[in-house]
């Protein structure tokens, strides 16, 4: 089992920037990606980015140039340039073949 706990959410004006984290525990050496979604409400949850293992990164065209995913202790997404469309909750997930955790979510909202 892995347990995911997020964290740094909060508000924010447009154009600023927040930081969130995800801490891992457990047996994280189960997990081959991992990523952050978001779902804001009454849409569906979607991928923002994502990092494997081997430090390959991907983006939601949405996100590019505005948002950074990194992961060494924890997993991180730096959110720069933010906007009011990216207010939702932001999940943490970690992923392989055979396995599937997400993070309990942290509420991002950015004002106009």
């Known amino acids: 089992q892995v347990q995911l706990v997020e964290s740094g959410g909060g508000l924010v004006q447009a154009g600023g920037s927040l930081r969130l984290s995800c801490v891992a525990s457990g047996n994280i050496f189960s997990i081959n990606v991992m990523g952050w979604y978001r779902q804001a409400p009454g849409k569906q949850r979607e991928l923002v980015a994502a990092?494997?293992?081997?430090g390959t990164r991907s983006y939601a065209d949405s996100v590019k140039g505005r948002f950074s995913i990194t992961k060494n202790s924890a997993l991180y997404l730096q959110m720069n340039s933010l906007k009011p469309e990216d207010t939702a909750v932001y999940y943490c997930?970690?992923?392989?073949?055979?396995?599937?955790?997400w993070g309990q979510g942290t509420q991002v909202t950015v004002s106009s």
């Open positions: 990092i494997t293992n081997t």
């Open positions: 997930r970690g992923w392989s073949t055979s396995n599937d955790y």
